[in-house]
Nanobody
Framework: QVQLVESGGGSVQAGGSLRLSCAAS???????MGWFRQAPGKEREGVAG????????YYADSVKGRFTISQDNFKSTVYLQMNSLKPEDTALYYC?????????????????WGQGTQVTVSS
C-alpha cells in the first residue's frame, strides 16, 4: 500500500522560504512524483514534477525560478524548496505519485495522494 506523508508547511511572510517534504512508503513504480496545490475556491494545480526514470523535471510557469523539486538518493522522500514566496502561493499543498510514469503534471496522471500540508504566505 502506497502512503505519502507531507510535512513542512506553515506560515511565512512574503519573500520568505519553506521546504516541504513528502515521505513515500510502499511506492515501487520508480520515481515519478509531483507537488500540487489547491487554494480555496480554485482548482488543484500542478506545481512541480520529478520523473527520475525519464530524466525530467517540470515546473509550472508561476513557480519557475522560485521553487525547486528534488529527491533523496533512495527516492523515498521528495522535497519542494519554495523561495521568494508570495501571498498567491497560499494553498494546501499535496504530494502525489504516478502509477505509470507519464511525465505529465495533470492531476489525472497521478494515482496516489497525500493528505496535504498548508502553506500560508502573508503580505
Amino acid at each position: 500500500q502506497v502512503q505519502l506523508v507531507e510535512s513542512g508547511g506553515g506560515s511565512v511572510q512574503a519573500g520568505g522560504s519553506l521546504r516541504l517534504s513528502c515521505a513515500a512508503s510502499g511506492y515501487t513504480t520508480g520515481s515519478c512524483m509531483g507537488w500540487f496545490r489547491q487554494a480555496p475556491g480554485k482548482e488543484r494545480e500542478g506545481v512541480a514534477g520529478i520523473y527520475t526514470g525519464l530524466g525530467k523535471v517540470y515546473y509550472a510557469d508561476s513557480v519557475k525560478g522560485r521553487f525547486t523539486i528534488s529527491q533523496d538518493n533512495f527516492k523515498s522522500t521528495v522535497y519542494l524548496q519554495m523561495n521568494s514566496l508570495k501571498p498567491e502561493d497560499t494553498a494546501l499543498y499535496y504530494c502525489a505519485a504516478q502509477l505509470i510514469c507519464t511525465g505529465g503534471l495533470s492531476a489525472s496522471d497521478f494515482r496516489y495522494w497525500g493528505q496535504g500540508t498548508q502553506v500560508t504566505v502573508s503580505s
